[in-house]
């Protein structure tokens, strides 16, 4: 979900870690409101499906805002958290649309309960439109983003359930069908894009299907195919997509052009993929400003350590120093795996379902999902617990 926090200065109540409450897959905003207003201007009501306000006490000028945001439309839902609240402002707050009202001393799962009612009535009312994006960069050529992209598909979909599609963006050279099969569609995303009438049924009936929940678009196979591709084929590509997916994984390409850019903009999280190599963490930080000028939240960016050595010279410590971010993930050197599964055209999952490079993604998978899967069930019996 797209969430917005907007918290009075000062404010010592709520809830101590309130990111605690959220998924990995969330995109959060933060606020600090001025003197008594909300900045409401600041946030891009559109696409924002949650909106939590957070004060001493109920400040009365909010309750009209409340009103004109739930009346006007469906979203974004409010959740009001204050240290004081009397009966009157409470009933005050809920008849002016706030979903919740949380007061006195929160506790971390009295939040996130609030927040999951929210889910399921965003998941109810919009159907199959909120399907999550990724987008998969490499710092530099070769870092792995293109692995860790179809290998973390692949295991969305085999082991958590979800109906995933991996679109393959690179105009030249792109290859990521053959690091799960050895064979290809024929078709890719050039020729599926520039349709004006795209749907559902065209997108699958041009992809490679892999498994029942899974499934790859191709980068073309002749550059030229892709000249005629606009940012806005991409735009609408991924609105198709994203009706149809659970979760739809875009690899991207090193360079930055308008379909790159395109495909960034309506990404819900990048992953940016880097190795402890300081040529890496120089393309990284080049990343990291451009994306500060293109005004994406940090919440939107994901920083992942791949082929980390256990005794590398540069340390996900040592890393995070050098870039000044928090990484969000590190993925454990596992050559001998990763190369027998790149080779073969198999998910690595099929050759070591116990690697370190298995569990990291696994771990991931669980984040943006928030299911926690217990490693020791069989994967059969987890597919039919959670296969649509």
């Known amino acids: 979900m797209n969430i917005t926090i907007i918290t009075e200065p000062n404010f010592t109540g709520g809830v101590g870690n309130i990111h605690s409450a959220f998924l990995a897959s969330d995109i959060v905003k933060e606020l600090v409101r001025e003197d008594r207003g909300l900045q409401i201007d600041q946030i891009n009501i559109e696409y924002t499906d949650l909106l939590i306000i957070q004060n001493s006490r109920l400040i009365k000028e909010d309750l009209p805002i409340i009103t004109s945001l739930t009346e006007a439309s469906l979203w974004p839902a409010v959740i009001y958290i204050s240290e004081e609240l009397s009966n009157s402002e409470l009933l005050e707050l809920m008849r002016a649309g706030a979903k919740d009202v949380l007061t006195g001393t929160i506790i971390l799962e009295e939040l996130k309960l609030a927040i999951d009612r929210i889910r399921r009535r965003n998941k109810n009312l919009r159907g199959n439109s909120s399907g999550t994006v990724l987008a998969f960069m490499s710092?530099?050529?070769?870092?792995?983003?293109?692995?860790?992209?179809?290998?973390?598909?692949?295991?969305?979909?085999?082991?958590?359930?979800?109906?995933?599609?991996?679109?393959?963006?690179?105009?030249?050279?792109?290859?990521?069908?053959?690091?799960?099969?050895?064979?290809?569609?024929?078709?890719?995303?050039?020729?599926?894009?520039?349709?004006?009438?795209?749907?559902?049924?065209?997108?699958?009936?041009?992809?490679?299907?892999?498994?029942?929940?899974?499934?790859?678009?191709?980068?073309?196979?002749?550059?030229?195919?892709?000249?005629?591709?606009?940012?806005?084929?991409?735009?609408?590509?991924?609105?198709?997509?994203?009706?149809?997916?659970?979760?739809?994984?875009?690899?991207?390409?090193?360079?930055?052009?308008?379909?790159?850019?395109?495909?960034?903009d309506r990404s819900n999280l990048i992953y940016l993929i880097t190795q402890p190599i300081m040529a890496y963490l120089r393309g990284l930080l080049t990343l990291i400003d451009l994306f500060d000028r293109l005004s994406y939240p940090h919440s939107k960016i994901r920083l992942i350590l791949n082929r980390l050595e256990e005794n590398s010279f540069l340390s996900a410590t040592k890393t995070e120093a050098l870039i000044k971010r928090g990484l969000s993930s590190t993925i454990p050197n596992d050559s001998k795996v990763a190369m027998e599964s790149a080779n073969l055209g198999k998910p690595i999952t099929n050759i070591s379902s116990k690697s370190q490079i298995c569990i990291s993604l696994r771990k991931i998978a669980s984040e943006l999902t928030g299911v926690n899967l217990n490693p020791d069930i069989k994967r059969s019996w987890v597919k039919s617990l959670f296969t649509k």
Not at 163 to 178: K, N, P
Not at 237 to 264: C, M, N, Q
Request: aromatic letters at 8%; glycine letters at 10%.
């Open 139 to 264: 710092s530099k050529g070769g870092a792995g983003a293109t692995f860790l992209a179809t290998n973390l598909g692949y295991i969305l979909s085999s082991e958590f359930g979800c109906r995933t599609l991996i679109i393959d963006l690179h105009i030249q050279g792109g290859d990521a069908a053959f690091y799960l099969a050895d064979e290809t569609s024929g078709s890719s995303f050039a020729e599926i894009a520039e349709h004006e009438s795209l749907d559902a049924m065209m997108l699958i009936a041009g992809s490679l299907k892999m498994e029942t929940n899974f499934f790859l678009l191709e980068g073309p196979n002749d550059p030229e195919k892709g000249l005629r591709i606009t940012p806005d084929h991409i735009d609408n590509l991924i609105t198709v997509a994203s009706k149809e997916f659970d979760f739809v994984i875009l690899d991207l390409p090193h360079a930055l052009d308008g379909i790159t850019i395109r495909a960034l």
